[in-house]
T-cell receptor
Framework: DVKVTQSSRYLVKRTGEKVFLECVQD?????MFWYRQDPGLGLRLIYF???????EKGDIPEGYSVSREKKERFSLILESASTNQTSMYLC?????????????FGDGTRLSIL | AQKVTQAQTEISVVEKEDVTLDCVYE???????LFWYKQPPSGELVFLIR??????QNEISGRYSWNFQKSTSSFNFTITASQVVDSAVYFC????????????FGKGTKLTVNP
């Protein structure tokens, strides 16, 4: 079974802090994704990566950056956290396109910025 | 542009009722893939089904069935004889051949099954 692990289920940080959300997958998937989920808005893509050291902006990249130094790990960085970044963050991974395989998701990190 | 619409924000049923969750999609690509995911209260998204645009066969898996109709750009999901454990938020998603690996999600339908 594919396992996508997010480092924290719940996280509380203060405005202006630099925040790191970590995601690790154990299935040697090339693709990794970060989404945020907000009530009434569904899931929105922040960033994704096709390979190590590669990254692409999603639909809402402002205020975020990412890092992919190793294939299994994809980090989301809030450079200077703000209250409007309070949300549920979901990481996902999938193999490189072979009949468009489903993305597998982690359990999510519920982040509160005070 | 790709878009997925789940018009039903919330649905509430009583156990053993059948319920259908609607999904309408928009894309100009001729090759695309449709997905349904379930998000129980615990938070993780669980993959349920994938359909490609060339396969309009309906699918049944236990109490779950999916009806894909290209003519109406719909990919509806029916739960037969619903159970309390079916309570969750359900997301429909679209992935296009020309859209890289990205998924475009609908806003989700929250299903509550009451005992």
């Amino acid at each position: 079974d594919v396992k996508v692990t997010q480092s924290s289920r719940y996280l509380v940080k203060r405005t202006g802090e630099k925040v790191f959300l970590e995601c690790v997958q154990d299935m040697d998937h090339e693709n990794m994704f970060w989404y945020r989920q907000d009530p009434g808005l569904g899931l929105r893509l922040i960033y994704f990566s096709y390979d190590v050291k590669m990254k692409e902006k999603g639909d809402i990249p402002e205020g975020y950056s990412v890092s992919r130094e190793k294939k299994e790990r994809f980090s989301l960085i809030l450079e200077s956290a703000s209250t409007n970044q309070t949300s549920m963050y979901l990481c996902a991974s999938s193999p490189r396109r072979v009949g468009n395989q489903p993305q597998h998701f982690g359990d999510g990190t519920r982040l509160s910025i005070l | 542009a790709q878009k997925v619409t789940q018009a039903q924000t919330e649905i509430s049923v009583v156990e053993k009722e059948d319920v259908t969750l609607d999904c309408v999609y928009e894309t100009r690509d001729t090759t695309y893939y449709l997905f349904w995911y379930k998000q129980p209260p615990s938070g993780e998204l669980v993959f349920l089904i994938r359909r490609n645009s060339f396969d309009e066969q309906n699918e049944i898996s236990g109490r779950y069935s999916w009806n894909f109709q290209k003519s109406t750009s719909s990919f509806n999901f029916t739960i037969t004889a619903s159970q309390v454990v079916d309570s969750a938020v359900y997301f429909c998603a679209l992935q296009t051949q020309g859209g890289s690996e990205k998924l475009v999600f609908g806003k989700g339908t929250k299903l509550t099954v009451n005992p």
